[in-house]
């Protein structure tokens, strides 16, 4: 009974292998917090040469006949390829979409057509009352949101906006309800140089009603 007691009390302080039993305790959340750091510092790679590339294409295209190589049919067509060569060495298999928008103004961004003629004066279209307005997109419409898509002509405000969406290096977002891909935005804004006269918007006005 005695030799039992020794024994057992040999086998409880016994401390072989605590070191361990104590790692394969820690190496799963350990390696869960690496992860997420590289997996944060990658991100924010991407983010800012993403930002960087977007710069430098918007920049080019502010001169007159912009070239790009692509095949696209449009130069809107070819500056989305360029994003996309661009950033396939940092942002493999990530899909790159470009929104390109022209506006007359920096004022005009985020508001609705100009009135050139409010009839009651309450500062709203009211085309019963024969409202007109700066047509900026030329659909014959008034649009509460302005903006002509593409890259506009001389002396025109171009807005870009781009999305790239990328599987994460790592599947650990799953573990921390994140998102199993990247989904980074980064937007621009540049005037276009004044290589030609800028056109006017067309002026179109609402049917008063008699």
Same mark, same amino acid.
């Given at each position: 009974?005695?030799? *039992?007691?020794?024994?057992? =009390?040999?086998?409880?302080?016994?401390?072989?292998g605590?070191?361990?039993?104590?790692?394969?305790?820690?190496?799963?959340?350990?390696?869960?917090?690496?992860?997420?750091?590289f997996?944060?510092? /990658?991100q924010? /790679?991407? =983010?800012?040469?993403?930002?960087? %590339?977007?710069?430098?294409?918007? =920049?080019k295209?502010?001169?007159e006949?912009?070239? *790009?190589?692509?095949? !696209?049919?449009? #130069?809107?067509?070819?500056?989305?390829?360029?994003?996309?060569? =661009?950033?396939?060495?940092?942002?493999n298999?990530?899909?790159?979409?470009?929104?390109?928008?022209?506006y007359?103004?920096?004022s005009? #961004?985020?508001?609705?057509?100009?009135?050139?003629?409010?009839? &009651?004066?309450?500062? +709203?279209?009211?085309?019963?009352d024969?409202?007109c307005? $700066?047509?900026? &997109?030329?659909? !014959?419409?008034?649009?509460?949101? %302005?903006?002509?898509?593409?890259?506009?002509?001389a002396?025109?405000v #171009?807005?870009? $906006?781009?999305?790239?969406?990328?599987?994460?290096? *790592?599947?650990?977002? !799953?573990?921390v309800?994140?998102s199993k &891909?990247?989904e #980074?935005?980064?937007e621009?804004?540049?005037r +276009?140089q004044? /290589?030609?006269?800028q056109?006017?918007p067309?002026?179109?006005?609402?049917?008063?009603?008699?």
């Amino acid at each position: 009974m005695i030799g *039992f007691r020794n024994f057992r =009390r040999k086998i409880f302080r016994n401390e072989d292998g605590t070191t361990i039993v104590e790692f394969g305790m820690i190496i799963v959340p350990f390696a869960v917090i690496l992860m997420g750091a590289f997996d944060l510092g /990658y991100q924010m /790679y991407i =983010r800012s040469v993403l930002e960087g %590339t977007l710069a430098e294409v918007a =920049r080019k295209t502010s001169v007159e006949n912009p070239s *790009f190589n692509g095949t !696209g049919a449009t #130069i809107e067509d070819k500056i989305a390829e360029e994003m996309n060569k =661009r950033l396939k060495h940092i942002a493999n298999n990530a899909v790159v979409a470009v929104d390109i928008k022209n506006y007359s103004e920096f004022s005009e #961004i985020g508001k609705p057509e100009k009135l050139t003629t409010d009839v &009651n004066g309450n500062g +709203s279209f009211d085309e019963s009352d024969g409202d007109c307005w $700066q047509d900026l &997109n030329e659909n !014959g419409l008034y649009d509460s949101v %302005t903006g002509r898509n593409g890259i506009g002509g001389a002396s025109d405000v #171009i807005y870009y $906006q781009v999305s790239l969406t990328k599987p994460r290096l *790592f599947p650990m977002a !799953g573990l921390v309800g994140a998102s199993k &891909n990247y989904e #980074i935005s980064a937007e621009t804004l540049f005037r +276009s140089q004044p /290589y030609s006269v800028q056109n006017a918007p067309i002026i179109e006005c609402g049917e008063p009603v008699p």
